[in-house]
């Protein structure tokens, strides 16, 4: 099957007893057992539930991979990815991860001993010469929060071979529709289903998917063990929303250039990083191994904070909110939003500068996305 096909088709089988063509939400924590020591293959919510297994499934084949496992969020995914890891082992990560993921391993995973060397991956060299022998992972993001760095997954992928260590790859801005890591050497593909999968800011959720059946094991238990599961609801939502993905990919990609275009001709921008631009710094890379460059672009201010929070509070339609990957168009500024608690030298040597806005551009008509922008530009 073709991937828009997978996507409409895989995991969601009409309800065998009525015929209904969506599958009923099996809402329920238990399961009746035939007999004592058998089961219908269900015996309890957090370890299996038939909505969750289809969301699965379909999960799975979108990324190519043999196993997906789902859990309640992005950062519960990630969560389970890293406790496979002992006290002493070390990850290499991207640097400009998400917050929530820097906040993850810097603040809880390393109080129990595991260690994390932070490189820019868009320079697979540097990942190189990060690893050491106790090196267990190297986790990258793809494109990443917020600055965009495009990182060459199949460069990274044969050292991560060379050393024989895991390759863990955060696709959630890209999408399967855009970008398959497993086909570029990944071991372990993550996305916050949260974003643009599910699509439409209904749910918070995140989803692991591996060929191997020892991290499949590895991940089961960790999600019946520690419980972080999505509810049956949140997975129909999630496989509603999925059906229409590769429509929207294309959307998002289509409307995002046409905006990227817009603002690198504003006389108020310094500067504009979408990886479907010539002038983004990876773009060579992002064409080769993404079929469509998605909806997220970050573009600096020339006038700073004050301009930053005037724009943000000037746009009408465009939504001031924290999230991204959904229908509607969203702006966020760093230095006064996400990033408010990072101190101030800090968040500059992260490049996370005072003017820096990032949009993520939703399915709306273009023209009502740019005019909005263009009126709330004329205040900044
Ligand atoms: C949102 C996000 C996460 C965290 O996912 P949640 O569903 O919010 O827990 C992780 N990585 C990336 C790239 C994200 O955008």
């Known amino acids: 099957m073709k991937f828009d096909t997978r996507c409409v088709r895989v995991g969601s089988r009409p309800d065998p007893t009525t015929g209904a063509i969506v599958p009923p939400i099996y809402q329920t924590a238990t399961y009746t057992l035939p007999e004592v020591g058998t089961s219908k293959g269900f015996d309890y919510t957090r370890s299996s539930n038939p909505t969750r297994a289809m969301l699965e499934e379909n999960l799975a084949a979108l990324d190519g991979g043999r196993h997906a496992v789902c859990f309640a969020s992005g950062m519960s995914s990630v969560d389970a990815v890293l406790r496979k890891f002992d006290p002493g082992d070390h990850i290499v990560s991207s640097d400009d991860v998400y917050g929530g993921v820097s906040r993850l391993f810097n603040r809880i995973l390393s109080r129990y001993g595991l260690e994390f060397t932070y490189v820019d991956s868009s320079k697979p060299e540097n990942v190189r010469e990060a690893v050491r022998?106790?090196?267990?992972?190297?986790?990258?993001?793809?494109?990443?929060?917020?600055?965009?760095?495009?990182?060459?997954?199949?460069?990274?992928?044969?050292?991560?071979?060379?050393?024989?260590?895991?390759?863990?790859?955060?696709?959630?801005?890209?999408?399967?529709?855009?970008?398959?890591?497993?086909?570029?050497?990944?071991?372990?593909?993550?996305?916050?289903?949260?974003?643009?999968?599910?699509?439409?800011?209904?749910?918070?959720?995140?989803?692991?998917?591996?060929?191997?059946?020892?991290?499949?094991?590895?991940?089961?238990?960790?999600?019946?063990?520690?419980?972080?599961?999505?509810?049956?609801?949140?997975?129909?939502?999630?496989?509603?929303?999925?059906?229409?993905?590769?429509?929207?990919?294309?959307?998002?990609?289509?409307?995002?250039?046409?905006?990227?275009?817009?603002?690198?001709?504003?006389?108020?921008?310094?500067?504009?990083?979408?990886?479907?631009?010539?002038?983004?710094?990876?773009?060579?890379?992002?064409?080769?191994?993404?079929?469509?460059?998605?909806?997220?672009?970050?573009?600096?201010?020339?006038?700073?904070?004050?301009?930053?929070?005037?724009?943000?509070?000037?746009?009408?339609?465009?939504?001031?909110?924290?999230?991204?990957?959904?229908?509607?168009?969203?702006?966020?500024?760093?230095?006064?939003?996400?990033?408010?608690?990072?101190?101030?030298a800090e968040r500059h040597a992260r490049g996370l500068t005072d003017g820096l806005v990032r949009l993520s551009v939703g399915i709306e008509d273009v023209s009502d996305i740019l005019a909005d922008l263009e009126q709330a530009l004329d205040k900044a």
């Open 133 to 344: 022998p106790n090196t267990k992972m190297i986790w990258v993001e793809t494109p990443t929060n917020p600055l965009l760095k495009v990182t060459d997954l199949a460069a990274v992928s044969a050292i991560a071979k060379e050393k024989g260590v895991l390759f863990g790859v955060d696709s959630t801005f890209a999408t399967p529709a855009l970008l398959r890591p497993f086909e570029l050497g990944a071991d372990i593909v993550m996305h916050s289903t949260t974003k643009y999968l599910s699509g439409h800011n209904q749910i918070i959720g995140g989803v692991v998917i591996v060929q191997s059946d020892e991290l499949r094991d590895h991940l089961r238990f960790i999600q019946k063990s520690v419980g972080a599961v999505p509810s049956p609801f949140d997975c129909w939502l999630t496989m509603l929303g999925i059906k229409t993905l590769p429509i929207r990919m294309e959307r998002h990609s289509e409307n995002a250039m046409k905006v990227a275009r817009f603002l690198e001709e504003h006389d108020k921008v310094a500067w504009v990083r979408y990886p479907g631009l010539k002038s983004h710094p990876q773009h060579e890379v992002a064409a080769k191994q993404m079929s469509g460059f998605s909806g997220m672009i970050t573009f600096e201010l020339k006038g700073g904070i004050p301009s930053g929070k005037t724009l943000l509070n000037s746009c009408r339609m465009i939504s001031l909110a924290e999230s991204l990957g959904a229908v509607e168009t969203m702006i966020t500024h760093p230095a006064t939003m996400t990033h408010a608690e990072v101190p101030v």
